[in-house]
Structures are given as structure tokens and as C-alpha cells.
């Protein structure tokens, strides 16, 4: 992007109006300017002076998300009008940006956590707190970002902070821990190693259940099936239960998820062993 004074410092104006007129250059707002391959949530954000946040400013920071906003997500300050036409195709948010984060265009990395802790669901909002962590953003600038928030939302926003664990690996491992989290009794934690046989992606350690995240990318041809199948197979010989869900149950069938992995928990709770710590505990 750059303003029109930037512009024409650079070129003749005669040739930054024929930019313009052959549609090289594209008009965001008054006194801006952008290439037309400009993706959709920075031209949104320029366009109405306002900056990236939530699920868009994630996406700037590199990281992992449920699923990519609908919409661009756009934060403006306080008691700026926009039409409803200005807006129209923007998820649009009032609030107050900083100055560096107006100048950057997009909000911070801890403010990016915090709000989409606060305004997501829970399930977005963990795949995102997991994935600053994975990046080096630490829970304890989070938590004290936490405790500076007004009253509404201060709360979810710290659950999640609190909940989120950098070992995991990716956004549909999260969302899946963030299916299982509040059934009664589990305990799952992501990445933990069984042996020497491998890590799956969530284990309750004190139950012997595992649930795995399976997908095409990891299972595009015969020998990285059969390496999981006897990977799997592995767990169960070491008295585990294996659960594998797709991506679209973690995604668009959740309760399915829920209800078969509070069954399997239940029945082991029943009917198995449990690991030596945790009967001691």
C-alpha cells in the first residue's frame, strides 16, 4: 500500500493516473492505494483506516485457525462512523487500537489472543491462543494482558489462556481438545509420548484413551497408512483405546465427537486398569 503524496514522489502523477485508469493500481479510500492482488483483509482494514483483528490478524501473525473468517475482520476506534455500505462484506468491530498498531495495521499479538478469546468461540479461540504460544508468546504476557481487561469477557479470555498449551501441533488438534475438555472426569493433554511407540495427538493418561486427528494430507499413500495402522495397533497392544476422528467431526459433527469419546471414557473408567499414578494419586 502507499498514500498518493508517497506516490507521486516516486513517479510522475501522469503516470500514476494511468496506473490507476488501467487498473494497476486500485483505490482503497481517500489518499490510498494498493496493488490489486492486495489480499482481502489488508484492503479491508486500509479501506476504512482501520486495522486486522481477531481471525484476520491471526492470519497475519502466521498462525493456525479453525476455519478462515467469512469475512474480513476489521477493528476501528471508537466512535468513528461508518455507513452500512463502507461495511458491507466486513465483519466490523469498534474498540481502540493503538498507535502502533494502527500504524502497523494490524492489532498486536497479545491483543490478537485476548480478543479472540473474548469474541470467538471457544474452539476458534483455543486454536489460536495454541498456536501464539507455539510461536513464542508467552501465557505469562497473556495472563497479565488478561488482568488490564474490562469485566466483560475477562473471564473467557482467561480460560482460554489458561487452557491453551503450545504441544499442540496444529488447529484441528485443537479443536479437537477443545471438544473433550469439559467432559466429566477427562484429562487429555496433547503430544504426550506412549513408550517408545509414538505421540499421539491427545492421551488421557489416566484412562488409557487416545484420540487422534486423522486427515488425506498424512495418509496419502500406502506406506504412511500402514506406518499409523501398526502405530495404532501399537497403542492398543499397550492397553490403550483408539479413537479416530476426521476433520470434519472436529469441525461440523462436535456433539458426535463428545458423546463417543464421554462413552469410551466411561466405559474404561468401568472396566480397565489405570495408569500406577494416577490410581496413587
Known amino acids: 500500500m502507499a498514500t498518493w503524496s508517497e506516490l507521486t514522489a516516486a513517479f510522475p502523477r501522469v503516470e500514476v493516473d494511468a496506473a490507476i485508469a488501467e487498473g494497476h493500481l486500485v483505490r482503497l479510500r481517500r489518499g490510498r492505494y494498493g496493488l490489486p492482488g492486495l489480499d482481502r483483509d489488508r484492503a479491508a482494514a486500509a479501506a476504512l ?4 483483528d481477531r481471525l484476520s490478524a491471526a492470519r ?17 476506534p471508537r466512535g468513528r462512523n461508518v455507513s452500512s455500505q463502507r461495511r458491507r462484506g466486513i465483519d466490523l468491530r469498534w474498540g481502540s487500537p493503538s498507535e502502533e498498531e494502527r500504524r502497523l495495521g494490524v ?16 474452539d476458534s479461540a483455543l486454536a489460536v491462543a495454541d498456536s501464539a504460544l507455539r510461536d513464542g508468546v508467552t501465557r505469562t504476557e497473556l495472563l497479565l494482558a488478561c488482568a488490564r481487561l474490562p469485566r466483560t469477557g475477562r473471564g473467557t479470555a482467561f480460560r482460554v489462556v489458561e487452557l491453551a498449551d503450545a504441544r499442540a501441533a496444529n488447529p484441528f488438534e485443537s479443536v479437537l481438545r477443545a471438544i473433550v475438555i469439559d467432559i466429566p472426569g477427562a484429562a487429555f493433554e496433547p503430544q504426550v509420548w506412549i513408550g517408545s511407540i509414538g505421540r499421539p495427538d491427545l492421551v488421557d493418561r489416566c484412562r488409557r484413551v487416545i484420540v487422534e486427528g486423522d486427515s488425506f ?21 499397550a492397553e490403550h483405546a483408539v479413537l479416530r476422528f476426521g ?30 499414578e494416577c490410581v496413587a494419586a
Open 247 to 276: 476433520w470434519r467431526h472436529a469441525m461440523f459433527q462436535q456433539d458426535y465427537v463428545r458423546a463417543t469419546v464421554a462413552g469410551v471414557l466411561s466405559a474404561r473408567e468401568r472396566s480397565v486398569r489405570r495408569c500406577t
Open 107 to 122: 492489532t498486536s499479538q497479545v491483543q490478537t489472543v485476548l480478543d479472540c478469546a473474548r469474541f470467538l468461540e471457544f
Open 60 to 76: 497475519h501473525w502466521g498462525w493456525g485457525v479453525k476455519l478462515p473468517p467469512e469475512r474480513a475482520q476489521v477493528l476501528v
Open 217 to 237: 494430507e498424512f495418509h496419502s499413500d500406502a506406506t504412511s497408512l500402514n506406518r499409523d495402522m501398526e502405530r495404532y495397533n501399537a497403542f492398543v497392544a
Open 49 to 52: 483506516d482501520g486495522v486486522r
